[in-house]
């Protein structure tokens, strides 16, 4: 099963986005896990994901989500104009392209 956090300043943009994100993966057929935390509480577990994915509000830190992760984990940034429509089928499907290339 794959793991996908996602990460914004607060954690509450991104639970709608989740609850799409998990509609979407239901509809695919898709096993995944998607959690929604604030950047404050993301090093709890970043080490028990697959890929962690930034609200663009929080792009600037991504550095320092990488560096939590020690490089081992990808970190990519929402396209803000899917993260404005919460476009949550679009979201997943490019995160699972980005996973299948890792």
Do not use: H, W
């Amino acid at each position: 099963m794959k793991k996908i956090l996602l990460v914004c300043s607060a954690g509450m943009s991104t639970s709608l986005l989740v609850t799409k994100m998990k509609e979407a993966a239901k509809q695919m057929g898709e096993e995944i896990e998607i959690q929604a935390l604030p950047i404050a509480e993301c090093s709890s577990v970043i080490n028990e994901v697959d890929i962690v994915l930034l609200g663009p509000q929080v792009r600037f830190q991504k550095p320092q989500v990488e560096k939590l992760s020690n490089g081992t984990i990808p970190v990519e940034v929402i396209d803000m104009r899917q993260y404005g429509i919460m476009d949550g089928k679009g979201i997943l499907e490019s995160t699972l392209d980005k996973l299948k290339v890792k």
